[in-house]
């Protein structure tokens, strides 16, 4: 089988920064796209930022202040949040699009089990 282990989440004052890691583990071949979403109560969940091999996009809403990085040897990504705004609070979930050894035809769609991200004075 295959998951996501997130780490990183907690309470910061605006303008102040969180770093966000996600793992992927398992018999991984290869992983297509991953990255983050979030979601706020009563909203549907939105894509953050997603790293795909011909790039990685942004919402626009983070554009300048998050950075998504990748660690392809661990299969893990990064999600590094500068000028954090109140807004910016949400439930963010870490997810992969994952082709396994066993099985190469199918692709996983994977999600975390979620971090929680405050941004309040």
């Known amino acids: 089988q295959v998951q996501l282990v997130e780490s990183g989440g907690g309470l910061v004052h605006p303008g102040g920064s969180l770093r966000l890691s996600c793992a992927a583990s398992?018999?991984?071949?290869?992983?297509?796209?991953m990255g983050w979403y979030r979601q706020v109560p009563g909203k549907e969940r939105e894509s953050v930022a997603t790293a795909r091999a011909d790039g990685t996009n942004y919402a626009e809403s983070v554009k300048g202040r998050f950075t998504l990085s990748r660690e392809n040897a661990k299969n893990t990504v990064y999600l590094e949040m500068n000028s954090l705004k109140p807004e910016d609070t949400a439930v963010y979930y870490c997810?992969?699009?994952?082709?396994?050894?066993?099985?190469?035809?199918?692709?996983?769609?994977?999600w975390g089990q979620g971090t929680q991200v405050t941004v309040s004075s």
């Open positions: 398992g018999d991984i071949s290869t992983i297509r796209a």
């Open positions: 997810n992969a699009k994952i082709h396994l050894y066993n099985d190469p035809g199918f692709e996983h769609d994977i």
